[in-house]
C-alpha cells in the first residue's frame, strides 16, 4: 500500500446541510489525515477552470452554478491509498447507485448535488491539490 494524498471537496449542498464535522469524521475514522484545508467562495472562473474536464459535457453549466452557489470546504487527505479510501468512503457519483453507508448514499440529493468530490487518480489529485494549496498550502504531519 503506498501513502497517497488526494483532494476532497465537500459542496455547496454539504455546507448548506452542516455536514462539515461529520465528513470529516469519516476521513479521520478511515485513517485518513487532513494536511491542507481551506473554507471558500468558488468564482465563477475557478469552477471553470477547475472542471475543465467536464467543459463539453451537457451538465457543465449547471454544475458551475452548483459549485458556486455558496461556500465549499477543500481538503488534502494523507494515507495509505488516499484516493481509492476516499472514493470507497464518498460512494458512487449517482447517489441512487452509491453502497450503504456512504456519504452520498446517506447524503446526496441527486447526481448533480452529490455534496463531495474526491480526486479519480494519484496524478488528478496531484493537479488538483496544487489548484488550491499551492506556495506550501500543504502541511506535513510532523507526529
Ligand atoms: P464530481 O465527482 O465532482 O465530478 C463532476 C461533477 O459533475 C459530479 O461530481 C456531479 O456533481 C456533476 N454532475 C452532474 N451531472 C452529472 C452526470 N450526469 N454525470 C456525472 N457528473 C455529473
Do not use: W
Given at each position: 500500500?503506498?501513502?497517497?494524498q488526494?483532494?476532497?471537496?465537500?459542496?455547496?449542498d454539504?455546507i448548506?446541510?452542516?455536514?462539515i464535522?461529520?465528513?470529516v469524521?469519516?476521513?479521520?475514522?478511515?485513517?485518513?489525515?487532513?494536511?491542507?484545508?481551506?473554507?471558500?467562495?468558488?468564482?465563477?472562473?475557478?469552477?471553470?477552470?477547475?472542471?475543465?474536464?467536464?467543459?463539453?459535457?451537457?451538465?457543465?453549466?449547471?454544475?458551475?452554478?452548483?459549485?458556486?452557489?455558496?461556500?465549499?470546504?477543500?481538503?488534502?487527505?494523507?494515507?495509505?491509498?488516499?484516493?481509492a479510501?476516499?472514493?470507497?468512503?464518498?460512494?458512487?457519483?449517482?447517489?441512487?447507485?452509491?453502497?450503504?453507508?456512504?456519504?452520498?448514499?446517506?447524503?446526496?440529493?441527486?447526481?448533480?448535488?452529490?455534496?463531495?468530490h474526491?480526486?479519480?487518480?494519484?496524478?488528478?489529485?496531484?493537479?488538483?491539490?496544487?489548484?488550491?494549496?499551492?506556495?506550501?498550502?500543504?502541511?506535513?504531519?510532523?507526529?
Amino acid at each position: 500500500m503506498a501513502v497517497e494524498q488526494t483532494l476532497s471537496i465537500i459542496k455547496p449542498d454539504g455546507i448548506q446541510k452542516n455536514l462539515i464535522g461529520e465528513i470529516v469524521s469519516r476521513f479521520e475514522n478511515a485513517g485518513l489525515e487532513v494536511v491542507a484545508a481551506r473554507m471558500m467562495h468558488l468564482s465563477k472562473e475557478q469552477a471553470q477552470e477547475f472542471y475543465v474536464v467536464h467543459k463539453e459535457r451537457p451538465f457543465f453549466d449547471d454544475l458551475i452554478k452548483y459549485m458556486t452557489s455558496g461556500p465549499v470546504f477543500v481538503q488534502a487527505l494523507q494515507g495509505d491509498d488516499a484516493v481509492a479510501r476516499n472514493r470507497e468512503i464518498m460512494g458512487a457519483t449517482d447517489p441512487s447507485d452509491a453502497d450503504p453507508g456512504t456519504i452520498r448514499a446517506d447524503h446526496a440529493a441527486s447526481i448533480e448535488e452529490n455534496v463531495v468530490h474526491g480526486s479519480d487518480a494519484a496524478e488528478t489529485a496531484a493537479v488538483e491539490i496544487a489548484f488550491f494549496f499551492a506556495d506550501n498550502g500543504v502541511c506535513p504531519r510532523t507526529r
